[in-house]
């Protein structure tokens, strides 16, 4: 029993210890939005609990004095009419204050919530892509994207009320020392159940966001096949929208289920404890009723003391109630804290945004010479695998040279040309270029372009498309019109409604539609603006007909001339012609040389050679 009581309190302490950090994290977040309003918001809830505090002492001491004459004494009073009028002006002004600082809280909130998203968008971001294979880094995420919306500013709204709330019970019991100081421990104390149970239900609450997290993110991509464009076609083809709807609604019910048996399971928690702090409020009014019955205590202080202990009751069961509030507030703050900040290159809070470290900005469209390129003995696994993707590869890359990989699905190609890309670092193994290790992977990506197989279409005007080879150099329209020319896409993309401005959406007014074919001839284009030294085309004409790719790899040399290029393509018919072929099998690789060199070995290549070979002379026969 001691050893769980033990365990519970080091797990009390611990959570207190995430409260309080997040809180001075929602602080700091607050002040670097806008420091100014921060500034006049806790000004104005300071202000306020001094003038209740102040309203507080002249009711018990000027009316106090008054009524102590009798009725017809205060007629006559010259005091009583200015300080009505007094009492009157300060409760406009509290007025005022409120609403000022409403307005002013209303503008922090926005500015919270830019930066914040902003934080999260820059994290995710900085993150290196073997992050995205790991389900938990998805589950942070979905909790960070989850807590930036609204929830940084809900926790500074939350924090200001609370502090308006400490500073009115501050106020009212130091009044409370002068009238009836034997009152405030009792009151204190009518509050502490409440306290209890706010606790335990936050904790619950926090713990029920984590778990469901998966079950979130399932639900989000549900609805994105369910609402996506170009889904909708496939989803009315098959009818699945029944069955996606269904699942839908399944996965919607776990949380509607685990929510009701979480707030049954507190409600009887909280209302116990709100009957218990009523029944301690009502003992301490009940006492001072006697009490002044009784002529022990004047009956101006009593009368004072029971409006005092009414308004401290009110104010104490309001801030217990909002501990709930704030706790899962600031819990939920701490998956944003723990995402945001251990990322390389993402700040803690308090440094500026524009301080951010970004990546490296390509300043010139001037290309230099890449080198030879070498790896040793590369291997990697992706996150949760049980064998490696690529196992003790090793190959060589001369300047100007095409290299080809080919292989199988699944066989690693993919895999081996992100680790020649630098988007994952090998787990090991090295990549050396010009005879020194590759341990700058951002550097290395400045000097490669990769036409990925499942290349991204960014529904954004085409000029965007292929001027975002070099996102941080301002656009060149010359260059871009080469580009795209060199591609085979200029004549379309003239074509457009309003050529390369046109958006490449119908979701967008004035937005065009373009083949499959069409966007892979933009993420040629995209290629050839990057002017990159190092190229890599995963399957650069999967979407492409046969003349096209005929046309493609007859000019490949050409249209890349100067460049290394690494080229992965399941038609070995369009890599006959490279320098070097690479056959990769099961994450190996098994042979390499020329096309004719290992069409005479007879191998694993000139097997799958002569298979393609026979079923386009099948085709052909008629």
């Known amino acids: 029993m001691a050893a769980g009581l033990g365990k519970g309190l080091v797990v009390a302490e611990r959570r207190m210890s995430v409260l309080l950090s997040s809180a001075v994290f929602a602080v700091r977040l607050a002040w670097q939005a806008d420091r100014q309003a921060l500034v006049q918001v806790v000004l104005v809830q300071v202000l306020l609990a001094g003038a209740v505090a102040g309203g507080l002492v002249v009711v018990?001491?000027?009316?106090?004095?008054?009524?102590?004459?009798?009725?017809?004494?205060?007629?006559?009073?010259?005091?009583?009419?200015?300080?009505?009028?007094?009492?009157?002006?300060?409760?406009?002004?509290?007025?005022?204050?409120?609403?000022?600082?409403?307005?002013r809280m209303a503008v922090l909130t926005v500015k919270v919530?830019?930066?914040?998203?902003?934080?999260?968008?820059?994290?995710?971001?900085?993150?290196?892509?073997?992050?995205?294979?790991?389900?938990?880094?998805?589950?942070?995420?979905?909790?960070?994207?989850?807590?930036?919306?609204?929830?940084?500013?809900?926790?500074?709204?939350?924090?200001?009320?609370?502090?308006?709330?400490?500073?009115?019970?501050?106020?009212?019991?130091?009044?409370?020392?002068?009238?009836?100081?034997?009152?405030?421990?009792?009151?204190?104390?009518s509050v502490l159940p409440a306290i209890r149970a706010a606790g335990s239900g936050r904790s619950a609450h926090h713990d029920l966001h984590h778990g469901l997290s998966e079950n979130r993110r399932v639900r989000e991509y549900l609805e994105h096949l369910l609402t996506g464009r170009h889904?909708?076609?496939?989803?009315?083809?098959?009818?699945?929208g029944g069955v996606l709807?269904?699942?839908?609604?399944?996965?919607?019910a776990r949380e509607i289920h685990d929510t009701e048996a979480l707030l049954k399971a507190h409600a009887r928690r909280r209302m116990a404890a709100q009957a218990a702090g009523g029944t301690l409020t009502c003992l301490a009014v009940g006492g001072l009723w006697w009490m002044a019955g009784s002529h022990l205590l004047p009956l101006p202080v009593a009368g004072a003391a029971v409006a005092g202990v009414w308004l401290l009751s009110v104010r104490l069961n309001a801030f217990a109630g909002m501990l709930t509030g704030i706790g899962e507030n600031l819990l939920r703050l701490s998956d944003l804290k723990s995402f945001i900040i251990p990322v390389p290159g993402i700040p803690a809070p308090g440094i500026p945004v524009a301080a951010m470290v970004l990546p490296p900005r390509q300043k010139s469209l001037t290309r230099t010479e890449f080198g030879q390129l070498r790896a040793e003995r590369l291997c990697y696994t992706y996150p949760g695998a049980d064998t490696p993707a690529v196992r003790e590869v090793s190959l060589e890359l001369q300047p100007g040279q095409v290299v080809a990989l080919v292989g199988v699905n699944g066989s690693g190609k993919t895999t081996l040309a992100n680790l020649l890309a630098g988007l994952y670092p090998p787990d090991s193994g090295r990549l050396l270029h010009d005879g020194a290790p590759v341990t700058d992977l951002a550097t290395h990506r400045e000097r490669t372009a990769v036409v990925f197989q499942d290349f991204t279409r960014y529904k954004l005007p085409a000029l965007d498309n292929i001027a975002f080879g070099r996102p941080y150099a301002t656009a060149d329209l010359q260059r871009v019109r080469e580009a795209a020319r060199l591609a085979g896409a200029l004549d379309f993309l003239n074509g457009l409604p309003d050529s390369l401005d046109t958006p490449l959406g119908k979701e967008f007014t004035g937005g065009a539609d373009l083949s499959g074919g069409q966007w892979q001839r933009l993420a040629l284009a995209r290629a050839f603006y990057r002017d990159a030294p190092f190229v890599i085309l995963d399957e650069p004409t999967a979407s492409l007909d046969a003349h096209a790719e005929d046309q493609l790899f007859t000019c490949l040399r050409r249209l890349f001339i100067g460049r290394t290029v690494v080229l992965i393509s399941h038609r070995l018919r369009s890599v006959r012609h490279a320098d070097r072929i690479y056959v990769l099998q099961a994450g190996r690789v098994v042979e390499e040389g020329g096309h004719e060199t290992l069409l005479r070995a007879g191998g694993h290549y000139a097997a799958l050679f002569r298979t393609q070979a026979s079923a386009y002379q099948e085709t052909n026969t008629p």
């Open 231 to 240: 889904e909708a076609k496939e989803i009315r083809a098959l009818d699945l």
């Open 245 to 252: 709807t269904g699942r839908w609604q399944d996965q919607y």
């Open 60 to 103: 018990q001491t000027v009316f106090g004095s008054v009524l102590a004459h009798g009725p017809a004494a205060a007629g006559r009073s010259p005091v009583l009419l200015p300080v009505v009028v007094l009492l009157l002006v300060a409760g406009a002004a509290a007025g005022a204050l409120r609403l000022f600082g409403a307005a």
């Open 113 to 189: 919530d830019r930066l914040v998203a902003g934080m999260v968008l820059e994290a995710a971001v900085a993150a290196e892509l073997p992050r995205f294979e790991e389900p938990d880094f998805h589950d942070r995420l979905q909790r960070a994207v989850f807590a930036s919306r609204r929830q940084p500013a809900m926790s500074v709204v939350l924090l200001v009320t609370a502090f308006q709330a400490v500073l009115t019970v501050a106020a009212v019991g130091s009044a409370f020392v002068v009238m009836a100081w034997w009152l405030l421990p009792f009151v204190l104390l």
